[in-house]
Nanobody, 121 residues
Framework: QVKLVESGGGLVQPGGSLRLSCAAS????????MGWYRQAPGKQRELVASITSGGSTNYADSVKGRFTISRDNANNTVYLQMASLKPEDTAVYYC???????????????WGQGTQVTVSS
């Protein structure tokens, strides 16, 4: 099993910045991709940003130019640097890892518990 530990959430004023981090641990053979999703009350969970083990990234249109995802493959850690935060960024942010524990396994989703990000004055 893969365990994800998230940190960095909190309360910030509009225009402020936060950095989220997520470290994956456990019996890991391969991580195909890591990413961040978010879910606001009454809304579906949506992809914010993702990054492959090779460094290829993609972002939701709503965060392009403001958020940056990065990873430390050696430590199985993914980061989300969030800048110019807006009230509409308020949500629970979930770390996601697509990975496997054996060479013959296809990657499957692992989820963190989520960390609250609140953008408000």
């Amino acid at each position: 099993q893969v365990k994800l530990v998230e940190s960095g959430g909190g309360l910030v004023q509009p225009g402020g910045s936060l950095r989220l981090s997520c470290a994956a641990s456990g019996s890991i053979f391969r991580i195909n991709a890591m990413g961040w999703y978010r879910q606001a009350p009454g809304k579906q969970r949506e992809l914010v940003a993702s990054i492959t083990s090779g460094g290829s990234t993609n972002y939701a249109d709503s965060v392009k130019g403001r958020f940056t995802i990065s990873r430390d493959n050696a430590n199985n850690t993914v980061y989300l640097q969030m800048a110019s935060l807006k009230p509409e960024d308020t949500a629970v942010y979930y770390c996601n890892v697509v990975g496997s524990t054996r060479w013959y396994e296809s990657g499957y989703n692992h989820w963190g518990q989520g960390t609250q990000v609140t953008v408000s004055s």
